[in-house]
């Protein structure tokens, strides 16, 4: 790539593994252009027309093969790589191969990106010419596991801005969206079975601001919740992107709002849905009744969500109330358990078995690992039989628990706070909002290298990729989402999309010119330089 192509003043994020500049003008895009593509590709076509069909106000109409200016093909045989894809523009036409239906997905993000940045309104201007530079593009993705998380459970998210975050994440070439649907502050998912999850706790009767002591208040009751048919309209919609959706039903812990929802899941009678943030001593009983309950309410959200992953959380569960509780004590009891952490192990394996059966791979947060989960006692019942094989383990708390459970022999997703909690702070300036956790700069998202070292590469290839976590505490709109997940997001594009050295100061100049984009697409980003005035929250007080 020379620098005064004009594809360097289109520049690609996540940049691909190589891009080679043409010596010729390109194709300009007409009110004639036709466009065509392979059985396996039509998806594709269709997103095609409809995105750059309303941006362009051009027909883009669909021609035949030899007639097409744009041509979409799938070619499994061209060693493009899994989800890779080529991507050739000259003067006659640009031509888009994929390895699968993925790659051409993701060759056509990539002709788009190729265009000017109005190519992301969803309107034309008037006056644009929308000239694809000459060039050829060769890529493919280093990851399996691109992710981001919403947390749609502390402040709900409506299925219009869940979708056009999907949208978000496939212009950025990520491939999965975990959704957070369920904690102590609500339930977001409608349970045919058991209508009481959301009748009652996906609702609460106000919310904490910041997390100032002692606690102030909004005194605003806050809720919503996704019917099935809206999941089904969410999971769709992901999967015509090639982004598949990883349902979180959170357990044992974080489980208020389903205990105020059905009392006989708790220990401890009837509470409200949580008003503020932390982590909470009211957890799910460990009974017979409660399991059944869950796998019911697994039973639908493996109907709803048809990807291969379901996670279950496990993640924050105090054990106080089973330390006192004579059915946890007689469960451990029964179940020659050690303790109350072997008690959670018991619980989840509970539920993988479940899920295993119906085919599905259990996915927890790292503290599953505790209470000795990856240790197995023979094979085939008897003595402590260990978790399935398929279960997968997101390493949060630092990388620790990838690095087990890869050495154990699963896959993992790291997503450790340090790197990939995108709450946490963007600086530490006094008018950043709102100030939690720990330092987390674009350019510490962009420099971050998922796989944690001293792995062998047979370890290092259970880590299937990262994500990045969107804990909503303090984004209660979809407007503050923007702020606080871009441009980080771009930045985690490309470290898990692209191979190759990482230096921010190569990467920040094609930042800015992809924030173009980002202004075209009306996303309400942080400024590199710092808040816009309206996006300070004066007042509103963190933690360290
Ligand atoms: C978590 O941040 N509690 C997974």
């Known amino acids: 790539m020379t620098d005064n192509s004009p594809f360097a003043s289109r520049p690609l994020i996540p940049r691909p593994v190589t891009a080679v500049a043409g010596d010729t ?67 006659e036409g640009a031509l888009v191969v994929g390895n699968d239906p993925a790659g051409v997905f993701y060759g056509a993000q990539t002709l788009r990106q190729l265009l000017p940045a109005d190519a992301y309104r969803a309107a034309p201007l008037g006056g644009t010419e929308w000239t694809l530079p000459a060039g050829s593009v060769t890529d493919a993705p280093r990851f399996a596991w691109r992710g981001a998380m919403l947390d749609v459970a502390r402040h709900f998210l409506p299925k219009r801005e869940v979708m056009r975050f999907v949208d978000l994440m496939a212009a950025h070439k990520l491939n999965v969206l975990h959704l957070h649907l369920t904690d102590d502050q609500g339930w977001r998912v ?77 220990e401890c009678g009837r509470i409200p849905v949580g008003t503020q943030w932390g982590v909470f001593e009211e957890v799910l009983a460990v009974t017979d009744e409660v399991l059944e309950f869950y796998r019911g309410v697994l039973d639908e959200v493996v109907e ?44 989840i394996r509970q539920l993988d078995a479940h899920l295993t059966a119906r085919g599905r791979r259990l996915v927890g947060w790292d503290e599953i690992l505790e209470g000795g989960l990856l240790e197995r006692d023979g094979a085939g019942g008897g003595g402590r039989a260990g978790i399935s094989p398929g279960a997968t383990v997101m390493s949060w708390r630092g990388e620790e628990g990838g690095v087990a459970a890869a050495r154990a022999g699963h896959d993992v997703v790291m997503s450790p706070t340090r790197t990939s909690y995108l709450d946490y702070r963007q600086s530490d300036a006094a008018d950043e909002p709102v100030r939690v956790g720990t330092l987390l700069r674009t350019e510490d998202v962009y420099l971050a290298e ?28 979809p407007r503050r989402l923007d702020y606080m997940v871009f441009p980080r997001l771009s930045a985690f594009a490309e470290q898990v999309w692209s191979t190759g050295e990482r230096d921010y100061a190569e990467f920040e100049p094609r930042l800015r010119g992809h924030l173009e984009r980002l202004d075209a697409a009306g996303v309400e980003y942080r400024p590199l330089e710092g808040p816009r005035p309206w996006q300070t929250r004066p007042g509103v007080v963190g933690w360290d």
Do not use: M
């Not at 105090?318 to 330390?323: G, H, L």
């Not at 796989?451 to 709109?477: F, K, Y």
């Open 304 to 347: 709803l969500f048809p990807g291969p992953y379901v996670h279950v959380g496990g993640d924050e569960c105090p054990k106080a109330q089973w330390r006192s509780s004579p059915s946890a004590q007689r469960r451990i009891k029964e179940e020659g358990l050690a303790d109350e952490d072997e008690l959670q192990s018991w619980f």
């Open 450 to 477: 998922p796989v944690p070292e001293g792995l062998t590469d047979e370890e290092a290839a259970h880590v299937l990729g990262a994500q990045v976590n969107v804990w909503t505490e303090h984004v209660d709109t």
């Open 190 to 266: 409608e349970i045919r079975r058991y209508p009481k999850l959301t009748e009652r706790g996906s609702w609460r009767t106000r919310t904490q601001q910041g997390c100032a002591t002692p606690p102030v208040f909004d005194d605003r009751p806050h809720g919503g919740f996704y019917t099935q048919e809206d999941v089904r309209e969410i999971v769709a919609h992901a999967a015509a992107r090639h982004v598949t959706v990883v349902p979180e039903i959170d357990v044992p812990g974080h489980s208020q709002a389903a205990i105020h929802a059905y009392p006989e899941l708790g």
């Open 25 to 91: 003008a390109g194709l300009v895009l007409t009110a004639s252009t036709r466009v065509s593509a392979d059985p396996d590709a039509r998806g594709t076509l269709t997103w095609l027309q409809r995105e750059l069909g309303a941006a362009t106000g051009l027909p883009l109409a669909t021609g035949d093969e030899t007639s097409s200016q744009i041509r979409l093909s799938v070619d499994p045989g061209a060693g493009l790589g899994r989800e890779g894809y080529r991507l050739i523009v000259d003067d």
